[in-house]
């Protein structure tokens, strides 16, 4: 049974830090790209950061780019998102996700972590 295990998140003022950790269990994610998704209320899930199987490679969306940090242990088998110069329009729960299709939609990621809340206050 596959498990995704997510930790941090938090409340922080605008310009702060947090950091996100996710851990898989029930099977290796070392073949498989991993990331992160955000869900503010009332709108749809977005994607956010990827990270290749390798971790050579990585893609933003363009509202996180030079702020945000994906990176991965794949011993561990874990994924975690730095988030500096936070701005209160990160608010959201975020997501864990392992398993990414190639085009980042949410509704073929093949595992979901449990959901985090980061609240960033201005």
């Known amino acids: 049974q596959v498990q995704v295990v997510q930790s941090g998140g938090g409340l922080v003022q605008a310009g702060g830090s947090l950091r996100l950790s996710c851990v898989a269990s029930?099977?290796?994610?070392?073949?498989?790209?991993m990331g992160w998704f955000r869900q503010a209320p009332g709108q749809e899930r977005e994607f956010v950061a990827v990270?290749?199987?390798?971790?050579?490679?990585?893609y933003y969306t363009d509202s996180v780019k030079g702020r945000f940090t994906i990176s991965r242990d794949n011993a561990k088998n874990a994924v975690y998102l730095q988030m500096n110069s936070l701005k209160p329009e990160d608010t959201a729960v975020y997501y864990c996700?392992?398993?990414?299709?190639?085009?980042?939609?949410?509704?073929?990621?093949?595992?979901w972590g449990q959901g985090t809340q980061v609240t960033v206050s201005s």
């Open positions: 996700a392992a398993d990414v299709p190639p085009h980042f939609q949410a509704t073929m990621v093949g595992y």
């Open positions: 029930g099977r290796s994610f070392s073949n498989y790209a």
């Open positions: 990270i290749s199987w390798s971790g050579h490679s990585t």
